[in-house]
């Protein structure tokens, strides 16, 4: 079975910091990849993804993920964080491609000090 | 772009009562809409995949008879948690996806049964 492991449960940074979360999944194959933020009871937003192509991915407010096959991970980083990424992370999987049913990382929270 | 509408964003409701949740998609017609349960500081769990005009396919784990899903049209599904009890209290979130490798979440519905 497909799972996806965010190793990091709490990370804080200062404002203005450069900012990686990990991300890693097991999977036979090559799954589909998405990052979302979920801000405290809302939805989630997508940040990012990835199906094919190039392994660095850009997506929006800055943040950009890359995928190494050999690691089997799929990083998100920002080089400068802003005190409005406070938030949840969450990284997905999509193994079943094509059916759209996400298998979720257990979320980072992430705190941005001033 | 691509709206999910899920309503209610907020339900509180008595012990051994029932709570309609509903998740539309407004400028798309969805073959199949997922729902999935977030706990508190928890990651997002699939519930079931709602499919148009079929029965909902459910996840292991979890029961049917409880939380009974119908995607009646291209653009509703609903979910309907009976007999709602305490340990039910949780984040309720839906995706649809119009295919085309594309996925869209509705915004949530907080949950607090009494």
């Known amino acids: 079975a497909q799972s996806v492991t965010q190793p990091d449960i709490h990370i804080t940074v200062s404002e203005g910091a450069s900012l990686e979360l990990r991300c890693n999944y097991s999977?036979?194959?090559?799954?589909?990849l998405f990052w979302y933020v979920q801000s405290p009871g809302q939805g989630l937003q997508l940040l990012l993804k990835?199906?094919?192509?190039?392994?660095l991915v850009q997506g929006i407010k800055g943040f950009e993920a890359e995928f190494k096959r050999s690691q089997s991970s799929f990083n998100l980083r920002k080089p400068s964080v802003h005190w409005s990424d406070a938030a949840e992370y969450f990284c997905a999987v999509d193994g079943d491609t094509g059916r759209r049913a996400l298998t979720f990382g257990s979320g980072t929270r992430l705190q941005v000090q001033p | 772009g691509a709206v999910v509408s899920q309503h209610p964003s907020r339900v509180i409701c008595k012990s051994g009562t029932s709570v309609k949740i509903e998740c539309r998609s407004l400028d798309f017609q969805a073959t199949t809409m997922f729902w999935y349960r977030q706990f508190p500081k928890q990651s997002l769990m699939l519930m079931a995949t709602s499919n148009e005009g079929s029965k909902a396919t459910y996840e292991q784990g979890v029961e049917k008879d409880k939380f009974l899903i119908n995607h009646a049209s291209l653009t509703l599904s609903t979910l309907t948690v009976t007999s709602a009890h305490p340990e039910d209290s949780s984040f309720y979130i839906c995706s649809a996806t119009p295919g085309e490798e594309k996925l869209f979440f509705g915004s949530g519905t907080q949950l607090s049964v009494l």
């Open positions: 999977y036979g194959a090559t799954p589909y």
């Open positions: 990835y199906f094919s192509g190039d392994t």
